[in-house]
């Protein structure tokens, strides 16, 4: 078991940044030998600090604060129009939990994902290594798959979700490019936002937010946000997106 005061952290060199082309940044990363509990992650998250597979990290650029740690205090959020239009297009489809695995089924909706929607990135081609180490490598006691699924039984979305103490993170979503009609990106925020509801959970985490970087702007719609901003979660205002 691993204590906040005994975690040891390292500091990537410079490399391209993955959200601003041109630009580079530094990584700060919790050591990759450390088990990391609920407990520990759970007060990481409150710092900052994100999940990817077996790496706990967060951004660490000295000249650049572009990358800001957001997430949305459940009681708070109210659905808008829209997205309460979402919510009810989306009611045929079915929730199951599951517990991070591998299969054909998702790795098939994952690669025809990435193809579509991450061509240009690096976590292109898609391959089953990377799914496992991405996805499965580093599962908390607590982290789910959770599949959302129509009326026929066909996987449409899979969202990986962290239980922290007091708050869920949304790890990653991947979904079936071609039903655009459900915003099932969106639609899987909007679900989690419930399910963190229901369990009285405070925040749901979403990563990071960069205001240049276009594939993050569907962030900006989960109103209202908190930002981490000089280590204080501070309301983010509508006008300043």
Same mark, same amino acid.
């Given at each position: 078991?691993?204590?906040?005061?005994?975690?040891?952290?390292?500091?990537?060199?410079? %490399?391209?940044?993955?959200?601003?082309?041109?630009?580079?940044?530094?990584?700060?990363?919790?050591?990759?030998?450390?088990?990391?509990?609920?407990?520990?992650?759970?007060?990481?998250?409150?710092?900052?600090?994100?999940?990817?597979?077996? %790496?706990?990290?967060?951004?660490?650029?000295?000249?650049?604060q572009?990358?800001?740690?957001?997430?949305?205090?459940?009681?708070?959020?109210?659905?808008?129009?829209?997205?309460?239009?979402l919510?009810?297009?989306?009611?045929?489809?079915?929730?199951?939990?599951?517990?991070?695995?591998?299969?054909?089924?998702?790795?098939?909706?994952?690669?025809?994902?990435?193809?579509?929607?991450?061509?240009?990135?690096?976590?292109?081609?898609?391959?089953?290594?990377?799914? %496992?180490?991405?996805l499965?490598?580093?599962?908390?006691?607590?982290?789910?798959?959770?599949?959302?699924?129509?009326?026929?039984?066909?996987?449409?979305?899979?969202?990986?979700?962290?239980?922290?103490?007091?708050?869920?993170?949304?790890?990653?979503?991947?979904?079936?490019?071609?039903?655009?009609?459900?915003?099932?990106?969106?639609y899987?925020?909007?679900w989690?936002?419930?399910?963190?509801?229901?369990?009285?959970?405070?925040?749901?985490?979403?990563?990071?937010?960069?205001?240049?970087c276009?594939?993050?702007?569907?962030?900006?719609?989960?109103?209202?946000?908190?930002?981490?901003?000089?280590?204080?979660?501070?309301?983010?205002?509508?006008?300043?997106?």
């Amino acid at each position: 078991m691993s204590d906040m005061q005994t975690l040891r952290f390292y500091v990537t060199p410079s %490399h391209n940044c993955s959200y601003l082309s041109g630009r580079q940044a530094k990584t700060l990363f919790v050591d990759p030998q450390t088990l990391i509990t609920t407990d520990t992650y759970s007060q990481l998250s409150e710092l900052g600090f994100r999940r990817s597979g077996s %790496h706990v990290y967060r951004p660490h650029c000295e000249e650049c604060q572009a990358c800001q740690s957001i997430r949305i205090p459940v009681d708070f959020f109210k659905p808008s129009k829209t997205q309460r239009r979402l919510i009810n297009m989306n009611r045929d489809l079915t929730v199951i939990r599951k517990a991070p695995c591998m299969s054909r089924e998702y790795f098939t909706l994952y690669r025809q994902y990435i193809d579509a929607r991450h061509a240009d990135g690096d976590m292109y081609p898609a391959t089953p290594e990377q799914f %496992h180490q991405f996805l499965i490598d580093g599962a908390l006691d607590n982290s789910w798959f959770y599949e959302f699924r129509d009326p026929n039984d066909k996987l449409l979305c899979l969202a990986v979700t962290d239980h922290l103490h007091q708050s869920m993170s949304a790890l990653y979503t991947f979904f079936d490019p071609d039903e655009t009609r459900r915003s099932l990106g969106t639609y899987a925020i909007l679900w989690q936002l419930q399910e963190a509801s229901r369990r009285s959970m405070h925040y749901l985490y979403l990563g990071y937010w960069v205001k240049d970087c276009r594939k993050m702007r569907y962030k900006t719609a989960f109103k209202p946000m908190e930002m981490l901003i000089d280590g204080h979660w501070t309301h983010f205002r509508q006008e300043s997106f």
